[in-house]
Nanobody, 123 residues
Framework: VQLQASGGGLVQAGGSLRLSCAASGRTFSVDVLGWFRQAPGKEREFVAA?????????YYADSVKGRFTISRDNAKNTVYLQMNTLKPEDTAVYYC????????????????WGQGTQVTVSS
């Protein structure tokens, strides 16, 4: 499975961005797609996840709940992360990832990773 993230950029605090993650290859083999982020000097952390097949159940880190929305378009093999009311602390490289099995929030659970896309929020 190959993942291609896009949509990052520079935005002022309070603004919005939408990230996209296009999946290709053996996409039928994955069950969950997620977003992680890594700020300079910090560990990569979970942001949001969505089940790929049934129900489209969503999961969020507390820090983004109510501001970020993850969604999917199965026909396009694409997952989106709509980020609203952005804060300077949201500045990070954002990565999309995929896994088989049950939804999870730990980095080690995810088997497939895309390249990152930089999100910078200015104050």
């Amino acid at each position: 499975v190959q993942l291609q993230a896009s949509g990052g950029g520079l935005v002022q605090a309070g603004g919005s961005l939408r990230l996209s993650c296009a999946a290709s290859g053996r996409t039928f083999s994955v069950d969950v797609l997620g977003w992680f982020r890594q700020a300079p000097g910090k560990e990569r952390e979970f942001v949001a996840a969505i089940t790929w097949w049934s129900g489209g159940s969503t999961y969020y880190a507390d820090s983004v709940k109510g501001r970020f929305t993850i969604s999917r378009d199965n026909a396009k093999n694409t997952v989106y992360l709509q980020m609203n009311t952005l804060k300077p602390e949201d500045t990070a490289v954002y990565y999309c990832a995929a896994k088989r099995g049950a939804p999870g929030t730990r980095r080690s659970e995810y088997e497939y990773w895309g390249q990152g896309t930089q999100v910078t929020v200015s104050s």
